[in-house]
Structure formats: structure tokens, C-alpha cells
């Protein structure tokens, strides 16, 4: 979700860097309620949190915070929480007051996360409340499962759902939105940026590449090391100290919405978050 700004050696892009005492990561969520860095370049993906949650999205902050939200099969709303990827645990912060935000990214020239629901809402949320404020309603889009926030086009590319494939989108921090393309893989739940490279990841464990003027993808690489569909992707803002704290954003559970299952499988078309694709 966040791009990494930081870690290019010798001509390839590092997803994991240790630098000193400092690294910088990128990361998946998976629906078994792991958090985890993936290598892009091996497609290793190697779990750090294991406490369980149903996760639907992740986010890094410009300090390296962390959020992440799922959907609530009960209907209640999502929940924003503190994670730490340490001590693996998890504090609440508060309820987002809004169900299915299953896209979760910040724009870090205001250090603000947004949000997308499954029924076109684009969202900024308050991270000391959960709260989180409609800043407008998308025609033609519903979240496939992420957002990123691109500073070369200052938006955030975003993909919305069809029953058979993935459409990229852009959407401004006012909440502009246009339609760039489709994808071509279905169940695109997570989005990384990683220098130009613009990574997709869908809830099978393919690793894509998606052209940012045609919204095309190009199968890349299977993900290892899962043993949960992937829901949701993002990147640390910088290289940071061990032991580092990071926050999440999580809401329990799973939605059923017309022929689509979202529980970051809503997020995902019939998938049940925290079910094998």
C-alpha cells in the first residue's frame, strides 16, 4: 500500500534491507491472520505477526505505523487497532463507523489514511479515533481489495472489483476518480509500490506487475510461504530500528454482500476472508 521509498542495491529492489541496525520491509496480510514481509524479487513471504485477526487491509504511516482493517460478519463495524509486530499483540483504538473498508493506504504529504468500501466509498479516517469521514462516493467502483498512494501522480491507485477480473483506478485525495484500465487477474487484494514498479498481489499468491497508464497486469511470480490467502499489502516508509513498533487496523470478521464475500473477501468476490482461494 505505502510506497518504499528506500532500498535499492545495486541495480534490484530489496523488499527486506537491514542497513546498521535499520530496515525497511514490505509487507502482506493474509486471511489466517498473518502480517509478514514479502520479497519481491524471490517472492518469499515470511510471516511476523501470527495473533490470528481477520485481517482485511494494511497501511505504514510516514512514522511507520501500521493500520489495517477487516470486514465484520455480524454487520458491526470495522475496527481500527495498535499492532505490534513484535510483541505480536494488539491494542483497539477505536471503531471506523463504517463496514467494508477493505483498501487502506496514507498519503504521506498529510500523513492521513484513506479508505475504500466494497460499495464505492472513498474515506479519510482518523487514526487517534477510528472514525472514519466519507469524502465522496465513487460511480462504478467497488474496492477490490487496495489502495496505494503514488506520489509521481499525487493519487492513489486503487482496484475495484468485477466478478471475473480486477479494474485499476486513480483516485485524488478530494476524491476525483477515473477509470485507467483492467488488470486482468481477478481478486487483486493487495498493491505495493517499490520504486517505479507498481506490484499487485492477488488472494491465489500470484505476484504481478501492473502497467500504471494501461492498468494491464503481468504475472510476475507465485508467492511461498503462505498458508492463508493474501488480503492486503504495504510498505514501511523508511528503514526504521529494531525492534520497531507498528500499528493495525482491524474489524473481526466477514461480510456477505449480493454474490460477493468480502471478509477481505468482499474485498475479494466469493472468497471468504481468512479462506483459501
Do not use: H
Not at 513484535?86 to 467494508?100: A, C, K
Amino acid at each position: 500500500m505505502k510506497k518504499l521509498v528506500t532500498a535499492i542495491i545495486g541495480a534490484a529492489v530489496v523488499t527486506l534491507v537491514t542497513s546498521g541496525n535499520a530496515r525497511a520491509a514490505s509487507f502482506l496480510a493474509t486471511g489466517d491472520g498473518k502480517v509478514g514481509t514479502i520479497d519481491t524479487s524471490t517472492g518469499s513471504f515470511t510471516p511476523v505477526f501470527t495473533n490470528g485477526v481477520n485481517w482485511g487491509d494494511i497501511g505504514f504511516s510516514n512514522t511507520n505505523e501500521l493500520f489495517g482493517d477487516s470486514v465484520n460478519i455480524n454487520g458491526d463495524p470495522d475496527q481500527l487497532y495498535r499492532v505490534n509486530l513484535d510483541s505480536n499483540t494488539l491494542t483497539l483504538i477505536g471503531d471506523l463507523g463504517v463496514q467494508n473498508v477493505a483498501g487502506l493506504d496514507f498519503n504521506p504529504t498529510n500523513n492521513q489514511v484513506y479508505g475504500t468500501t466494497f460499495a464505492g466509498g472513498f474515506y479519510n479516517i482518523n487514526t487517534s479515533t477510528g472514525a472514519a469521514t466519507l469524502v465522496a462516493n465513487i460511480p462504478n467502483f467497488s474496492t477490490a481489495g487496495d489502495i496505494v498512494f503514488d506520489p509521481g501522480t499525487n493519487a492513489f491507485f486503487a482496484t475495484s472489483f468485477t466478478p471475473t477480473d480486477s479494474t485499476l483506478f486513480s483516485i485524488a485525495p478530494n476524491g476525483t476518480a477515473s477509470q485507467i484500465g483492467n488488470i486482468g487477474f481477478k481478486n487483486v487484494f493487495g498493491l505495493i509500490e517499490q520504486g517505479n514498479t507498481l506490484y499487485g498481489f492477488t488472494a491465489d499468491g500470484k505476484q504481478i506487475t501492473i502497467d500504471k497508464t494501461t492498468g494491464l497486469g503481468t504475472f510476475d511470480r507465485n508467492v511461498t510461504g503462505l498458508t492463508g490467502t493474501i488480503v492486503g499489502a504495504s510498505s514501511e516508509a523508511t528503514a526504521v530500528p529494531e525492534p520497531r513498533s507498528v500499528l493495525g487496523v482491524v474489524a473481526g470478521g466477514i461480510l456477505l454482500t449480493g454474490s460477493a464475500i468480502k471478509g477481505r473477501f468482499i474485498k475479494k468476490t466469493k472468497i471468504t476472508k481468512g479462506a483459501t482461494c
